[in-house]
């Protein structure tokens, strides 16, 4: 364990408070939410607190709801998983997210980890993402100069890395509401059901879906992936692929093929690439199998 003697803690009672000491001190600060990354972190040592702690965790009052509005679903930064997995709201709006909540860790885990931690931790394994990329989720983020929103998909520019500047709070998650949605789709597959990091991880999302004489017709499609390349991708080629288009086995390999050129997996001690590259694909065509059943 390393020494944390000499280490500072703040907790702020209020944003405006927070973003102001995050102006002063930028990156001499390390934000605290949950603590169940960063105490793993200090335990390995790959986290040596220097300077000062700002913990948020004393902002609920401000970082902590779930709230339903007529374009979107906001969810401050500050919500637990466990939170998200009791939502009657998200279980509507955002059947992946929920899903993808209920398999983090175990339950001590969802009452503490955040969906801001999950996300600011940029793992490219991290469950939350995927699904949060097929609701097509913008992330609010602010400094004592105010707020400004970036969709998820632009937030990780390389491995672990974010855009987010240090003098930055992850304050909110923006989900689109859609009507007319068909599927909300997510699959983890990891050795696990619970407490395992997954091997690939697959989140979709279908609207606007027409029979035709020809068959399903496909409206919009947004796919999101885990696992399978150094940040967590939304497959943009892939949508393109099946959108507007009947949906028969050989648009479905079609699909398939274009999602092998999208991800780039690698061989680690969780699995092989080609494992991935596999399940990855199968994953897709369960998603679209689904459709055809439902719609
Ligand atoms: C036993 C165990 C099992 C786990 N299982 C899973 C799993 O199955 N799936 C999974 O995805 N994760 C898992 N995790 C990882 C972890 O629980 C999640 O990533 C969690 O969501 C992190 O949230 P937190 O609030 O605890 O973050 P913290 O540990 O407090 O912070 C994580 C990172 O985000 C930064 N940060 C936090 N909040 C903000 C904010 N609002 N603005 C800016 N920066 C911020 C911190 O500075 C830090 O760098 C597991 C962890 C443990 C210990």
Known sequence: MNDVTNVEVFSPESLVSAVQVLAEAGAEARILAGGTDLMVALEKGLWRPQGFVLDISRLSAELRYIKVEEDEVRIGALTSFADIVTSPLLAVEAASLVAAAREIGAQQIQNR???????????????SMPALLAL????????????????????????????????????????????????????KVAPRSAQAISKVILAARAWDMDASSEGSRLGSVRIGVGSVAPTPLRLFETERVLEGKVLTPSLMAA???????????????RSTAEYRRLVCCRLLEEFLANLLLES
């Open 136 to 187: 097509d989720a913008r992330v609010v983020l602010t400094s004592n100069e105010g707020p400004r929103t970036l969709p998820l998909f632009s937030f990780f520019p390389a491995y672990r890395e974010t855009v987010a500047k240090p003098s930055e709070l992850l304050t909110e998650v923006r989900i689109t509401r859609r009507k007319r949605v068909t599927q909300d789709y997510f699959r």
């Open 255 to 269: 699909a398939s093929r274009t999602l092998e050129t999208e991800i780039s997996p690698i061989d680690d001690i």
């Open 113 to 127: 980890a955040t969906i801001g931690g999950n996300i600011m931790n940029a793992s490219p394994a991290g469950d």
